[in-house]
């Protein structure tokens, strides 16, 4: 185990797979697009870590767009791609970039203990404290959304010890930790009874539930699971294709 620094200092016990990214990062930061990165076999060699670990390390920064991979030749520094990317906003920027006015409502605000998934979305031991704010997001005094976010205590220290921000993402602007990138995943599910509920919605009735980790630079700051009622909810994604794209029949 090693350290990362946070906004509040060096967090203790960082996971191996963290440190191995970290170094990797440090090493092709400025390196030419195309040059090559450390292989697996030197990462793990290096770290006395297993292949998974090593490679646990590398997705993420493909996820990002650091590295890329050439199937039969290995991972490299990745060339600069013309693309649109998805802006990573909050929900009151969202619902306020459709026009509607954002509201919400605290069901529920609480300090736990991390469980297995939340820890390693977060990249904190199972176990360390974490802020569980559940929230129900309206639109125009609809409710539209069940949002559930963890953050790590260790980064976001005394949290609850004052009143609850209007806005979670103006909290951390604040304390200057405000998410610069992230990750999402979405699927189609079948809202439960307690979620119907609150989202005025049948039981059974269609939903879509995103997952979310953002990241201030190199921490983790915020994992959320959000279920949004599917008939008033339409997920946006801009996308483009580059140019001088060459079709092949």
């Known amino acids: ?14 996971l ?3 440190q191995v990214r970290e170094y990797v990062r440090e090493l092709v930061s400025g390196a030419e697009p195309g040059a090559p990165a450390p292989s697996e076999r030197e990462l793990v060699q290096q770290f006395h ?3 998974m670990t090593v490679r646990q390390a590398l997705d993420a920064l493909v996820s990002e767009g650091l590295l890329e991979r050439v199937p039969g030749r290995g991972t490299f520094v990745a060339r600069t791609k013309v693309d649109i990317s998805t802006p990573l906003a909050s929900y009151t920027e969202e619902v306020g970039r459709r026009g509607m006015t954002p509201d919400s409502r605290t069901l529920l605000a609480r300090m736990e203990s991390a469980g297995p998934g939340v820890a390693k979305a977060l990249e904190i031991r199972e176990g360390d404290k974490v802020v569980h704010w559940q929230r129900l997001r309206l639109a125009d005094g609809i409710p539209m959304c069940i949002e559930d976010a963890y ?4 980064v976001v220290p005394k ?3 004052a009143p609850l921000p209007a806005s979670l993402y103006v909290e951390l602007q604040r304390r200057d930790i405000m998410p610069t990138w992230g990750e999402d995943s979405i ?19 269609c939903v879509l539930r995103i997952s979310r980790r953002a990241f201030a630079g ?3 700051v915020e994992v959320s699971r959000s279920t949004y009622r599917a008939d008033r909810f339409t997920l946006w994604v801009p996308l483009s294709r580059p140019p001088r794209t060459k079709l092949v029949p």
Not at 1 to 14: H, K, L
Not at 151 to 154: I, K, R, T, W
Request: zero cysteines; aromatic letters at 2%.
């Open 16 to 18: 191996k797979h963290v």
């Open 151 to 154: 953050l790590a205590d260790s």
């Open 1 to 14: 185990m090693g350290q990362v620094m946070t906004p509040d200092g060096p967090r203790q016990n960082v």
């Open 218 to 220: 190199k921490v983790a």
């Open 49 to 51: 870590v297993a292949r």
């Open 159 to 161: 949290f609850l010890d």
């Open 187 to 205: 699927e189609a599910s079948e809202a439960r009874s307690d979620e119907a509920d609150l989202l005025d919605v049948a039981p059974g009735g």
